[in-house]
T-cell receptor, first 111, second 114 residues
Framework: ELKVEQNPLFLSMQEGKNYTIYCNYS?????LYWYRQDPGKSLESLFV?????AVKQEGRLMASLDTKARLSTLHITAAVHDLSATYFC???????????FGKGTKLSVKP | ETGVTQTPRHLVMGMTNKKSLKCEQH?????MYWYKQSAKKPLELMFV???????ENNSVPSRFSPECPNSSHLFLHLHTLQPEDSALYLC?????????????FGQGTRLTVV
């Protein structure tokens, strides 16, 4: 069974600090997605990682993929309040060509 | 805006009611999906349509009935729901099924069953 596990599920951090969210998955895949969801809003696509060693950066967020370790990370640099949201990783490769989601990491950035 | 529009945004219905959720995209995508997002649970895939054909039901109760009349529109017909069906229902679309392409999500319909 394809499983996606994120940790931590809740993260409270101060502005200016760095932190990493981890996403482990159970079977081989080379398609890993990161989404952001603000309260009451839709899921916004952040990154699509398609190959081993892929690294993508956008502003204060950087995502990487290690397919051998079955691990993706989302690194937050010098957090700001605007980054407060829930972040989901999702794996492509469901039996219907769909995404399998982790439970999400609720990030709260405090002044 | 992702280009995927869902209506209504909020819906309250009784257990004996019949209602429908609507999803629309004009992105030229050929695959559309219904996901259910409940509190403290991962997003759960409900239905997948690829080129207007439903590829799998994914063990969803029959009180949920999808309809995909064309590649731009997707409906979820609801009848005799239960309180535990209260959740955020998200529609998504992708160029084709998700083998290397990303999905774009609508804003969701917040459903409350009373």
């Amino acid at each position: 069974e394809l499983k996606v596990e994120q940790n931590p599920l809740f993260l409270s951090m101060q502005e200016g600090k760095n932190y990493t969210i981890y996403c482990n998955y159970s079977t081989t895949s080379d398609r890993l997605y990161w989404y952001r969801q603000d309260p009451g809003k839709s899921l916004e696509s952040l990154f699509v990682l398609l190959s081993n060693g892929a690294v993508k950066q956008e502003g204060r967020l950087m995502a990487s993929l290690d397919t051998k370790a079955r691990l993706s990370t989302l690194h937050i640099t010098a957090a700001v309040h605007d980054l407060s949201a829930t972040y989901f990783c999702a794996l492509g490769g469901g039996s219907q060509g769909n995404l399998i989601f982790g439970k999400g990491t609720k990030l709260s950035v405090k002044p | 805006e992702t280009g995927v529009t869902q209506t209504p945004r909020h819906l309250v219905m009784g257990m004996t009611n019949k209602k429908s959720l609507k999803c629309e995209q004009h992105l030229g995508h050929n695959a559309m999906y219904w996901y259910k997002q409940s509190a403290k649970k991962p997003l759960e895939l409900m239905f997948v349509y690829n080129f207007k054909e439903q590829t799998e039901n994914n063990s969803v109760p029959s009180r949920f009935s999808p309809e995909c009349p064309n590649s731009s529109h997707l409906f979820l017909h609801l009848h005799t729901l239960q309180p535990e069906d209260s959740a955020l229902y998200l529609c998504a679309s992708s160029l084709r099924d998700l083998r290397g392409t990303e999905a774009f999500f609508g804003q969701g319909t917040r459903l409350t069953v009373v």
